[in-house]
């Protein structure tokens, strides 16, 4: 996945012997295009970028070795695995195909993908149509038939009404010489619902301030509403078992700073106030606060004016007394 790529850019080959090694395979998320570049130029290696999920037998798509490399996209599909972009409704159900260029579901079908979950009640969005797997990406397929992946359907950032995805944030971030790894979400705000911020972790001995990044991304971010009201330099990026970044920590920390910020209007009623914010089986993400009201003041006080606080925002929330 990129991020180990991205990694292994930190780490010289020196006097190892690497001419073995002819290809190395990408997945997991859309590679930067200039780790792609600066990789293969460090060690020589061709990276073919490729795509596939587990209920799909991993593996659905890649650029072919011998064939034409696209950068950034995710190249063609395997023999035997039906694969297409489809446009669908509300409720997930299939409307039409897409037409070349045009984004939509990435959806697979053939004798590899799985039957379906355990639990029925995850099958009801798992399916567009008879056999075809909604995969949760959005992506394009061009007139060659290669596939180039635009995002997560869960991932897209709607501020205002307006549809942001993440990679036209992060895509210019990894443009900046000191930028390692980018992410972007969207932080709750009572005008627009919710606005983009960008975390960032920098390369091993670069500096910059992220002051200067969130100038770097209005000058190199062309789509207005998709400019981060905040950048955030952060030592490590959070990241999943298998290397992918775990952007939901991220969301719950954007989250946390907004409600641990709009709770400080309570003032003096309060000694203490703490927000953690996490995943909650029944409402996604939950907002757990806990209030230690100050002397003389009561729970339902304290507890009436936080509601009226918090009440222009979507992300649930439960309190905790001291």
Not at 173 to 199: F, I, N, T
Request: aromatic share 8%.
């Amino acid at each position: 996945m990129p991020t180990l790529y991205s990694a292994l850019l930190q780490v010289p080959v020196g006097d190892a012997d690497v001419s073995s090694l002819e290809y190395a395979i990408c997945g997991a998320a859309p590679m930067p295009v200039e780790v792609f570049g600066a990789y293969e130029e460090l060690t020589g290696i061709r990276i073919l970028e490729g795509y596939g999920l587990t209920e799909g037998a991993c593996a659905s798509s890649v650029n072919p070795k011998d064939g034409e490399r696209r950068v950034g996209s995710i190249g063609l599909r395997l023999p035997y695995q039906e694969m297409k972009t489809v446009i669908v409704d509300e409720q997930g159900r299939y409307v039409r195909d897409c037409q070349v260029g045009e984004i939509g579901v990435v959806t697979i079908k053939g004798p590899n993908v799985f039957p379906g979950y355990l639990q029925e009640e995850h099958n009801r969005s798992a399916w567009v149509a008879e056999g075809w797997l909604h995969t949760g990406d959005l992506g394009r397929v061009d007139e060659d038939g290669y596939f180039w992946l635009t995002g997560r359907t869960k991932e897209l950032i709607i501020r205002g009404g307006h549809n942001i995805d993440p990679a036209a944030i992060e895509g210019p971030l990894y443009d900046h010489p000191a930028v390692a790894l980018a992410a972007a979400v969207g932080k709750p705000d009572s005008y627009a619902g919710e606005v983009p911020v960008a975390y960032v972790s920098l390369k091993q001995g670069a500096t910059a301030t992220e002051q200067e990044l969130l100038e770097y991304a209005r000058e190199h971010i062309g789509e207005r509403a998709a400019i981060p009201k905040e950048v955030r330099i952060v030592e490590q990026m959070p990241v999943t078992l298998v290397g992918k970044i775990f952007k939901p920590q991220l969301r719950w920390d954007a989250i946390q700073r907004v409600y641990a910020a709009e709770l400080e209007a309570l003032g003096d009623a309060v000694e203490r106030v703490e927000v953690e914010v996490k995943e909650d089986k029944v409402h996604g993400t939950l907002a757990h606060i806990t209030i230690r009201p100050a002397e003389g003041v009561t729970r339902e006080q304290v507890e009436g004016r936080a509601k009226e606080i918090l009440g222009q925002h979507t992300v649930r929330y439960t309190f905790h007394w001291e």
